[in-house]
């Protein structure tokens, strides 16, 4: 049996040893992260604590290895987040998602404050309180942007590396400054595991606190929300117009688009007693025309006066009225039409069509001429069935084209990020240039790829499915690096004085989510599903995130989460790194 002592223990350079050691990890690690504890699970997280619980017991593998396996598995975790949120980063921040956004960027800035106060009053190095941070609001990707921008400071900075062990306590006897940086080093994956599991408590614990706080009644919560009309992210509303504007009378639909500033949808027309047809951009308006306009919410009062007044009539009185127009969401499968404007395409203007939703990655967008298509839009078309299945024919709806993932956009959006994330920028009162990093670079890449990557004809859809399996592959081999790495001494660390990283990131959790939840309902009157979702998204945190669905069962914590998620994430990136750089370089 000693090839079998050799394989576990010896062999620490061997490539099956290191696979055998990242699988057993993983392996035990998912399912435990599966048992829940008074409801709530750490999930992917139990990972971490597997891999210390190894590496405490004597496991390891190789430096380099460890090294290159967390951050190619940070790139991918960050890579096919940007993938997800992209879509909808900048919509994010119209009209309400503003006032969202600035709040969760409270969250994190009060955070950071404290972080930077714990660290004055009790000395504690800023790569364990970084660590430490990154753990109270389980926020990963913060944790693999403050290792990268310390290993790099550690490595190219003698005088600074020198210091920053000289502040944690010198260099202990019998050992040498680069095994007394590393294990400061270290302290980074420690302070995260040390503080991540009531990281997760506090979060919950924080929005139960606002609710007993207000004496919030979920039933009138629930009411407000219906009486406020929300939807998961469509924006957009459905509404019959009489035409009575003597100034658009005799003009062409195509020509009224093209003079007027709101972007609107006339999905059919009446004239009279004549049954309802569907317009095309060569139909010239008369007065008493009635038409059924589709718009955004914001811009239905305006549309409304330009044309005449609105009737009383909804989209169902259309359908009983012409029961052979057909509904039908197309998938947009083919390359050709990828990047393409709606206005370039036939079925927008001769085919009898109306084109009047777009769905990308869950954000509703209205149809206009000007909108450019991307592969795996779903667009909501209204017609004739004929006409609607000519549509079907321009667009693909064939699901099976997008079963397999654009690896050539992937990895060419790495090795973009990749070299952005390596850009240094000189910025006034830091000794070391700021580097946005593996985790940064490529994060901003593929936000940047997915909003606007059709222009330059590159394909950059990716099946949810193909996109989740990059994710947690990502992640999960990140976080068996951090916990192998950190799992020596991590036991003799938490007795010698760890449980107070515990205290602080408890703290660093709930105060700024306190604070803010309590001004988002006392000041702002926001509804607290909403708050809940905010939340979960200013943490970056499924557990809270699931825990809000179970509570809400509607999706307005979802949408909040959505709003706040792509913005948190780049500002938490950011101040990890920002943190280390400051203090550290």
């Known amino acids: 049996m000693e090839w079998l002592t ?69 790139i991918l975790f960050v890579y096919s987040i940007g993938l997800q949120v992209g879509p909808g980063f900048f919509a994010s921040f119209k009209r309400g998602g503003m006032l969202m956004n600035g709040l969760a960027a409270s969250i994190v800035l009060l955070g950071v404050l404290m972080t930077v106060l714990f660290h004055y009053l009790t000395s504690i190095p800023m790569p364990t309180l970084v660590g430490v941070l990154s753990g109270a609001i389980t926020n990963t990707p913060g944790l693999g942007a403050a290792q990268q921008a310390l290993s790099e400071i550690i490595n190219t900075n003698p005088g600074a590396k020198e210091a920053l062990v000289a502040q944690a306590g010198g260099v202990p006897e019998g050992s040498t400054l680069d095994a007394a940086a590393e294990q400061l080093a270290g302290t980074l994956g420690q302070g995260y595991a040390c503080a991540y599991p009531l990281g997760v408590v506090g979060i919950i614990l924080s929005i139960l606190a606002v609710r007993t706080v207000f004496k919030i009644s979920l039933k009138k919560e629930t009411r407000a929300l219906k009486e406020t009309n929300p939807t998961s992210g469509d924006d957009s509303t459905a509404f019959t117009l009489e035409v009575q504007n003597p100034a658009i009378v005799g003009k062409k639909i195509s020509e009224i688009t093209r003079l007027f500033s709101r972007r609107f949808v006339i999905s059919r027309h009446r004239r009279g007693e004549q049954p309802p047809t569907l317009p095309t951009g060569d139909l010239v308006l008369e007065l008493g025309d009635r038409l059924l306009v589709i718009s955004a919410k914001g811009d239905a009062e305006t549309i409304a006066a330009f044309f005449g007044k609105v009737i009383n009539w909804g989209v169902e009185d259309w359908e009983h009225l012409k029961s052979a127009i057909v509904r039908r969401r197309i998938i947009v499968t ?184 309590l001004v988002a309902r006392g000041v702002f009157k926001m509804n607290y599903y909403s708050i809940m979702g905010l939340v979960s998204g200013a943490t970056t945190d499924p557990p809270a995130l699931a825990y809000a669905n179970s509570v809400a069962q509607n999706e307005a914590p979802n949408v909040a989460y959505a709003t706040v998620y792509p913005l948190t994430m780049f500002l938490r990136v950011l101040t990890a790194q920002l943190l280390i750089l400051v203090f550290c370089a």
């Open 334 to 517: 083919r390359p050709s039409v990828n990047g393409k404007a709606l206005g370039r395409l036939d079925a927008y203007s001769s085919m009898g069509v109306a084109i009047t939703r777009i769905n990308r990655a869950g954000v509703v967008l209205i149809a206009n001429p000007t909108l450019c298509l991307q592969l795996g839009d779903r667009v909501n078309v209204v017609g004739l069935e004929h006409a609607v299945n000519e549509v079907e024919k321009v667009l693909g709806n064939e699901l099976k084209r997008l079963d397999h993932p654009n690896l050539v956009s992937i990895f060419l959006g790495i090795a973009v990020g990749v070299i952005f994330g390596s850009i240094p920028f000189a910025v006034p009162g830091l000794s070391q240039p700021l580097k946005l990093g593996l985790a940064g670079g490529p994060l901003i890449i593929a936000i940047l790829i997915s909003c606007w990557g059709y222009k330059s004809h590159l394909i950059t859809y990716t099946p949810i499915a193909a996109n989740l399996m990059i994710r947690e592959i990502g992640i999960l081999l990140f976080l068996a690096s951090v916990g192998i790495g950190a799992g020596d001494g991590f036991l003799q660390t938490v007795l010698g004085g760890g449980y107070w990283w515990v205290l602080i990131g408890f703290c660093i959790t709930t105060v700024p989510l306190l604070v803010v939840g």
């Open 6 to 74: 050799n394989l576990f223990y010896n062999d620490t350079d061997g490539a099956a040893h290191t696979v055998l050691l990242f699988a057993l990890v993983i392996a035990i690690g998912i399912p435990l992260g599966r048992i829940k504890v008074f409801g709530v699970s750490l999930g992917i997280t139990l990972v971490l604590f597997v891999g210390i619980v190894l590496g405490q017991l004597g496991f390891s593998a190789n430096g380099h290895v460890l090294h290159f396996v967390k951050e190619f598995g940070l």
